[in-house]
């Protein structure tokens, strides 16, 4: 389902995209020079030509190294492969944070002498990338390892319910199926039992990131990361409180039509209701509350196959990055799911899932592969620091805008078979039941937003009730009573993928708007039933408007020239809450 966002990226993966797609204003520069000196002016550009070509000799094979020593690890956790994963991190620190080619760097950034504005864009991207660096090499070495160990501890870690281990597949299965409230109280206590194992941890690591996070002049790790990504933390936090306001009252009574109907299933009262009984791990997706039974159409179908067939009616063809990826549950292995670019010169491009026939992997496949497919068209004609999506939360819109096919009756009759009787007679729970995913979503990114938010200001606070305090406030569940458990420190991403979350509801929006343009501007057909099945023509628009320009220009600009408008909410709020 929509809701269902885990790990696409390391930490170290993060920040080298962030980094990437920073844009701040030129007018934080030096003035500009009544006349420039033509000779200087071609100087300085050979000065970083040479600059970038001795640099990406060095920094490609290292992070190649390091993106596939995570991919390994990621599908066969040992101590061996994290021990080489973090040494390849290490590595990669080494060479960014070069105090002699950080001066170089700022030298020729701050010179304001580059003129063509390409070179320009380059050289402020490649000078953030050292900025962030800029710190003690042994903090940088200590915070790769320290994150390899707390990713090795998920990676191992497996609920045990009645003397039987589960994965994360089964524990989710047992959350939707069973109507037992002690046994659905029993998985979900036990899933959270990685709380403990992980929490100390994960709090060193938060103070370790505000520690550099001051060093480099901000307040602390959640601002940093934030501005580093061309964010201004006063138009989050205002767009998250617009969105609060937004979604609160439609989701409050909705959420009252849930507990009654699911209450009825578990035979307890509304008053009764605890958060095992929300069918997920962390309230992030819909309850099956509505009569369609999505996971009904996905039992006997081949995702897999599926997902090739889609995107090759769109001409987007991902066999080649089907074949690189891992797909299919193993022990030892990463239990959720990303997409990795190991190279982005070779577009060796992969995919973890753990694939199975339902309608939430159907969705999860579909997200993936559009992540995979906006880096394997990236221009080759782009400078490698370039090569990289206009922003993270571009890169979300167009998986997310995909991912919700899965759901979509038009969508299930042309790629899964569904009958047009089958289709009419599911439509209307359907589209209530994707609106119901949005809005339960929202409220969960509201929940992982303000807590990190609060938890990198203070880490040293009560975190186990600042967690409950904002779940009660945002997802409108209950704590149970007397618990004081770290239920905080078993969502993977607090650990894994800091500060990253809002973008998941920023890609929301922008799904919105993209699937609103390509349907009415390209397809010029009805929003409500475009499903892009056999359109080559969505294909063309997304590598030419999307893919392609990488992040030559700032988001919004090339949102603006995608999609005739700077980044909106009003189509996301046309389409699931109006």
């Not at 206009?390 to 899964?416: D, L, Q, V």
């Not at 409220?443 to 200001?457: C, G, I």
């Amino acid at each position: 389902m929509i809701g269902y966002r885990l790990m696409k990226h390391s930490l170290k993966l993060l920040v080298m995209l962030s980094v990437a797609v920073i844009f701040f204003s030129f007018a934080t520069s030096c003035s500009k020079k009544e006349s420039i000196n033509q000779e200087e002016v071609k100087k300085m550009e050979k000065d970083f030509t040479d600059f970038v070509k001795a640099y990406e000799a060095k920094i490609k094979p290292a992070y190649k190294d390091m993106s596939l020593g995570y991919f390994e690890a990621s599908i066969n956790s040992s101590d061996e492969n994290w021990k080489k994963y973090a040494a390849f991190d290490m590595k990669l620190n080494e060479i960014l944070s070069n105090k002699a080619d950080f001066a170089q760097i700022e030298k020729i950034y701050k010179s304001n002498l580059l003129q063509d504005p390409l070179l320009k864009r380059h050289a402020y991207v490649l000078y953030l990338t050292f900025l962030s660096k800029h710190i003690d090499t042994a903090k940088l070495n200590l915070l790769s390892q320290m994150q390899s160990n707390i990713e090795q501890k998920y990676s191992n870690f497996r609920a045990e319910v009645g003397g039987k281990k589960l994965s994360d597949n089964e524990v989710e299965e047992i959350l939707k199926t069973e109507k037992d409230s002690k046994k659905l109280q029993a998985t979900w206590e036990a899933h959270k039992n990685i709380g403990p194992l992980v929490a100390a941890d994960i709090i060193a690591l938060v103070k370790l990131r505000n520690e550099i996070s001051k060093e480099l002049g901000f307040n602390n790790y959640h601002e940093m990361s934030l501005k580093l990504s061309d964010q201004d933390p006063i138009e989050i936090e205002k767009l998250f409180g617009e969105l609060d306001n937004l979604t609160r009252d439609a989701f409050s009574k909705e959420k009252t039509k849930m507990d009654n109907i699911l209450a009825k299933t578990y035979g307890i009262t509304t008053a009764e209701m605890m958060p095992w009984h929300y069918q997920n791990r962390f309230f992030q997706e819909a309850p099956k509350v509505y009569k369609v039974d999505l996971d009904s159409y996905y039992k006997d179908k081949d995702i897999v196959a599926t997902t090739i067939k889609y995107y090759k009616s769109l001409n987007l063809p991902i066999e080649d990055l089907v074949a690189k990826s891992d797909l299919f549950e193993k022990e030892k292995k990463n239990q959720h799911a990303y997409c990795i670019n190991i190279d982005r010169d070779a577009r060796d491009i992969r995919a973890l899932c753990n694939v199975k026939p339902t309608a939430r992997w159907m969705e999860t496949m579909l997200h993936e592969f559009g992540h995979a497919l906006y880096e394997k068209f990236l221009s080759q004609d782009l400078p490698w620091d370039l090569k990289s999506p206009a922003h993270i939360f571009t890169t979300e819109a167009i998986a997310m805008m995909f991912g919700r096919f899965a759901s979509k009756p038009e969508w299930m009759i042309e790629n899964i078979g569904m009958s047009k009787e089958e289709a009419t007679k599911v439509s209307q729970d359907c589209s209530n039941t994707l609106r119901l995913q949005q809005l339960v979503f929202s409220r969960w990114a509201q929940v992982m937003y303000n807590f990190e938010k609060s938890m990198y200001a203070n880490p040293d606070q009560d975190l186990n009730k600042l967690w409950w305090d904002i779940v009660e406030k945002y997802q409108m569940i209950k704590r149970p009573a007397g618990r004081n458990m770290p239920d905080w420190a078993t969502k993977i991403h607090i650990a894994t993928s800091p500060c990253y979350y809002h973008n998941y509801l920023l890609g929301e929006l922008l799904a919105s708007q993209l699937y609103y343009t390509l349907s009415t501007k390209i397809l010029k057909g009805d929003v409500k039933t475009a499903s892009f099945t056999n359109k080559t023509d969505i294909g063309k628009y997304l590598i030419d408007y999307i893919f392609k320009p990488g992040s030559k220009y700032y988001w919004n600009d090339m949102i603006e020239k995608a999609t005739g408008e700077k980044l909106t909410a009003k189509y996301y709020a046309q389409q699931f809450v109006n």
